[in-house]
């Protein structure tokens, strides 16, 4: 199956778990649902759609390290829609998770254009989701996370249709990748971002983001040893710079 088939299904599937849920059919006024449209857009159907085409020119490892910048992102979001400067600590965590960024990709740059297109498309996505998570504290908020959540899979199964559902007719399913799908739609698209989207209504968009400090090592010890993807020493002490980085602002801004 293609990546935008990839993207459709798991959004499917998180919506249709969500929908089980009895809460998620709780309203949310009219006057709301523009933000909840973007919440479709930003935290779903763009960034999920960037994530298969990126990894078709960078390994998993590497994309799960890149999640580790998420609380950046998430930060210099939060920092420019509340036009308020970040503390003197968190500006130093940002500085140092920056780095540690860049430490990660500096394999991928070497490597050629196409790695190097991989890791542009993972920044964008995560900048798409220091957005998305300023968007979702208010209306979490207000309505709850199941029903908001719920809502915005629904427009972003509509905006990935047109070309997800026709990969999905046309793939041929063997048994293990249909259940890895099936478990990313009910794990990674729905429940994990319940929540998540639950963290950033009661702690805040960027001290919500922390809880992707984990993703990194996760993703790289996966990567390592199921895939036998091989990483670069300079990416792996990037990725601890990175998780580094983003505990410094966590640490800053609980104060």
Not at 109 to 127: D, E, P, Q, R, Y
């Amino acid at each position: 199956m293609g990546p935008n088939g990839i993207t459709f299904l798991r959004i499917v599937v998180g919506f249709l778990t969500l929908a089980l849920f009895p809460s998620a059919r709780k309203p949310v006024p009219r006057k709301d649902w523009g933000n909840v449209a973007w919440l479709g857009v930003l935290w779903f159907a763009f960034p999920l759609s960037m994530f298969p085409f990126a990894e078709q020119r960078v390994s998993s490892a590497m994309t799960g390290m890149l999640n580790g910048a998420n609380p950046l992102f998430a930060t210099l979001v939060a920092c420019f829609i509340a036009k308020k400067a970040p503390s003197r600590g968190v500006t130093v965590g940002l500085l140092i998770g920056l780095g540690g960024t860049v430490l990660i990709g500096l394999p991928a740059v070497k490597a050629g254009s196409s790695s190097t297109f991989g890791i542009t498309l993972i920044m964008i996505a995560m900048v798409s989701y220091g957005i998305s998570l300023s968007i979702a504290r208010a209306l979490q908020q207000q309505y709850g996370a199941v029903p908001v959540i719920w809502r915005a899979q629904m427009v972003g199964v509509v905006l990935t249709a047109p070309l997800g559902l026709p990969e999905l007719l046309a793939a041929t399913w063997e048994l293990w990748p249909f259940l890895s799908l099936l478990a990313l739609g009910v794990g990674g698209t729905a429940i994990a971002n319940i929540l998540m989207a639950s963290a950033a209504g009661k702690f805040g968009a960027a001290r919500a983001s922390g809880s992707t400090f984990l993703i990194p090592v996760v993703a790289l010890a996966l990567g390592v040893l199921v895939r036998h993807e091989h990483v670069m020493l300079v990416s792996v002490v990037g990725c601890l710079v990175c998780i580094g980085g983003a505990w410094l602002m966590k640490r800053a801004s609980s104060h």
